[in-house]
């Protein structure tokens, strides 16, 4: 299993950035998939969630109305519109599936929101 991010970078306050998450080495759509970010004062958390055919979603409260998260299984991509960013958002972003009870992780793709 592998799963690499892309996307991240430097946007000001209000601007916008797409993450991708491209994934291999196991059947991408019969798995949901998870959006994470994590800082160095905080515990990760789960940011976004897909299931398998994107039919539904879940958002953490923080990121509800600003992120929207979505698949493509033709390409064994997930990926996760963020707009509106806030400095708060300032994370390292990880994709995230389980697969046989085990969690896999990305290497992360950092985001800084600053002016």
């Known amino acids: 299993v592998q799963l690499v991010e892309s996307g991240g970078g430097l946007v000001q306050p209000g601007g916008s950035l797409r993450l991708s998450c491209l994934a291999s080495?196991?059947?991408?759509?019969?798995?949901?998939m998870n959006w994470y970010r994590q800082t160095p004062e905080k515990e990760r958390e789960l940011v976004a969630a897909?299931?398998?055919?994107?039919?539904?979603?879940y958002y953490a409260d923080s990121v509800k109305g600003r992120f929207t998260i979505s698949r493509d299984n033709a390409k064994n991509t997930v990926y996760l519109q963020m707009n509106s960013l806030k400095p708060e958002d300032t994370a390292v972003y990880y994709c995230?599936?389980?697969?046989?009870?085990?969690?896999?992780w990305g290497q992360g793709t950092q985001v800084t929101v600053s002016s």
């Open positions: 995230n599936t389980v697969r046989g009870g085990f969690p896999y």
């Open positions: 897909i299931t398998t055919a994107g039919g539904s979603t």
């Open positions: 080495g196991f059947t991408f759509s019969r798995y949901a």
